[in-house]
């Protein structure tokens, strides 16, 4: 199983970013997915997963900014970033894991994980 990130950049505060999560290597459609971020000196956290029969869920903090789509035909998920903040700056991971009841907010619940890519929002 491979899962290639990209779509990180530089970007403006308030403005937008979408991210992509390629994957092979494995039946996509099959798979829970989900994106996690890391910034400078903090502990890896949770962004946003949906799961193979389409759950979805949020931390708070991005709730209402960043939507989280997979299309299955092309093995790939993407988070749309919308009014990026300055704290959004992290590099942000996607990970997977076969089938799962729920979407996971621990890194423990995902077995693959991507190379990551980074975002930076300037003030």
């Known amino acids: 199983v491979q899962l290639q990130a990209s779509g990180g950049g530089l970007v403006q505060a308030g403005g937008s970013l979408r991210l992509s999560c390629a994957a092979s290597?494995?039946?996509?459609?099959?798979?829970?997915v989900g994106w996690f971020r890391q910034a400078p000196g903090k502990e890896r956290e949770f962004v946003a997963g949906i799961s193979w029969n389409s759950g979805i869920d949020y931390v708070d903090s991005v709730k209402g900014r960043f939507t989280i789509s997979r299309d299955n035909a092309k093995n790939t998920m993407y988070l749309q970033m919308n009014s990026l903040k300055p704290e959004d700056t992290a590099v942000y991971y996607c990970?997977?894991?076969?089938?799962?009841?729920?979407?996971?907010?621990?890194?423990?619940?995902?077995?693959?994980w991507g190379q990551g890519t980074l975002v930076t929002v300037s003030s």
């Open positions: 990970a997977a894991v076969p089938l799962g009841i729920r979407v996971g907010k621990a890194q423990v619940d995902y077995n693959y």
């Open positions: 290597g494995l039946t996509f459609s099959l798979y829970s």
